[in-house]
């Protein structure tokens, strides 16, 4: 287990070209999202929040959706795994049911939950 990249302690992060570097050997990569970035503004919730900017098409003062993050890991392809993380409550079931549906037919296996509260659930293929 190799953890690739920082977040500077932010919930997102959109890559620069050269990050993460991925070890050539790995069978499997998992993209970690952190669900407390939705909603807030995309400046204070995302690491390189230009780059998200560039690939979503959004304003740097515009909440950060499901849709959105969706569509920048889309447009990254760097994972074939992804688990939103801080999933707590109902109203957070919600926002992740909306990011599972947005990464659907992607080929991606998802997953979501708490990793502070020891649960989640795998989507199925959608």
Same mark, same amino acid.
């Given at each position: 287990?190799?953890?690739?990249?920082?977040? $500077?302690?932010?919930? !997102?992060?959109?890559?620069? #070209?050269?990050? @993460? *570097?991925? +070890?050539?050997?790995?069978?499997?990569? /998992?993209?970690?999202?952190?669900?407390?970035?939705?909603?807030?503004?995309?400046?204070?919730?995302?690491?390189?929040?230009? $780059?998200?900017?560039? !690939?979503?098409?959004?304003? #740097?003062?515009? @909440? *950060?959706? +499901?849709?959105?993050?969706?569509?920048? /890991?889309?447009?990254?392809?760097?994972?074939?795994?992804?688990?939103?993380?801080?999933?707590?409550?109902?109203?957070?079931?919600?926002?992740?049911?909306?990011?599972?549906?947005?990464?659907?037919?992607?080929?991606?296996?998802?997953?979501?939950?708490?990793?502070?509260?020891?649960?989640?659930?795998?989507?199925?293929?959608?």
């Amino acid at each position: 287990l190799v953890e690739a990249d920082g977040s $500077r302690q932010l919930p !997102l992060k959109a890559h620069e #070209a050269h990050e @993460p *570097v991925i +070890p050539a050997v790995s069978r499997q990569v /998992i993209c970690v999202v952190g669900a407390s970035g939705f909603g807030k503004p995309i400046r204070e919730s995302v690491h390189r929040p230009e $780059r998200f900017c560039a !690939l979503t098409g959004a304003a #740097a003062s515009d @909440p *950060v959706t +499901p849709e959105q993050a969706a569509k920048a /890991i889309l447009a990254e392809r760097l994972c074939d795994t992804m688990f939103l993380n801080q999933i707590d409550t109902e109203t957070q079931r919600s926002l992740a049911d909306r990011f599972a549906a947005a990464l659907g037919g992607s080929g991606l296996r998802i997953a979501a939950g708490s990793l502070r509260a020891g649960s989640g659930w795998l989507y199925p293929d959608i």
